[in-house]
């Protein structure tokens, strides 16, 4: 079963139109989010993070709000430009022990429209 | 030179072969991690290493073989693999293997795998 879901495998907005991706976790131990974005043959760079202490985190255009209550992430985009269409994978750790690393939904292939 | 370099970036091998990825990081961290990346899958951690030692192995076939002979290289050896080994295998690296929940994860470009 999938401890971290992206339930929209693709979003098409509008260039200049926010931009919202959610992902929903399931374990409540969970207190490190992050997401990721990918372009095509390249490897997923790091975008922006929130730990459970906040439940917003802004930088520049892109915003992650967090709803502990609802096990649920978003990442705001405003406003949407040609350039932020990519593969966005939203991932979840813990910070108590971290060996595993970090746990990644499938993934929201965002493609902004001209 | 970027953080995190992978080779080959594309791999065609038949299921009798023997093939190695390799995967160096320039980031002086001491953790590195392999990942496959199947189509509709999320990510999937396979191994983690932290000093050099093997810290996590998240039940992968004996057929894929991890090596780290140092913090900054890390090798997958391939041997007898199946078709539905095809993927993506991405490596990764941070400051930590205890702070990967927390930390970012420097990821390279991938390693683009076909089994014929």
């Known amino acids: 079963d999938q401890q971290v879901k992206q339930n929209s495998p693709s979003l098409s907005v509008q260039e200049g139109r926010i931009s919202i991706l959610n992902c929903d976790y399931t374990n409540s131990m969970f207190d490190y989010f992050l997401w990721y974005k990918k372009y095509p043959a390249e490897g997923p760079t790091f975008l922006i993070s929130?730990?459970?202490?906040?439940d917003k985190n802004e930088d520049g255009r892109f915003t992650v709000f967090l709803n502990k209550s609802a096990k649920h992430l978003s990442l705001h985009i405003v406003p949407s430009q040609p350039g932020d269409s990519a593969v966005y994978f939203c991932a979840v750790g813990e910070s108590g022990g971290g060996a595993d690393g970090l746990t990644f939904g499938k993934g929201t292939h965002l493609i902004i429209q001209p | 030179e970027t953080g995190v370099t992978q080779t080959p970036r594309h791999l065609v091998m038949g299921m009798t072969n023997k093939k190695s990825l390799k995967c160096e990081q320039h980031?002086?961290?001491?953790?590195m991690y392999w990942y496959k990346q199947s189509a509709k899958k999320p990510l999937e951690l396979m191994f983690v290493?932290?000093?050099?030692?093997?810290?996590e192995n998240n039940s992968v076939p004996s057929r894929f073989s991890p090596e780290c002979p140092n913090s900054s290289h890390l090798f997958l050896h391939l041997h007898t693999l199946q078709p539905e080994d095809s993927a993506l295998y991405l490596c990764?690296?941070?400051?930590?293997?205890?702070?990967?929940?927390?930390?970012?994860?420097?990821f390279g470009e991938g390693s683009r795998l076909t089994v014929l």
């Open positions: 990764a690296s941070s400051q930590s293997a205890r702070l990967a929940g927390t930390g970012e994860l420097f």
């Open positions: 290493y932290s000093l050099e030692e093997r810290v």
């Open positions: 929130i730990s459970s202490i906040k």
């Open positions: 980031l002086g961290h001491n953790a």
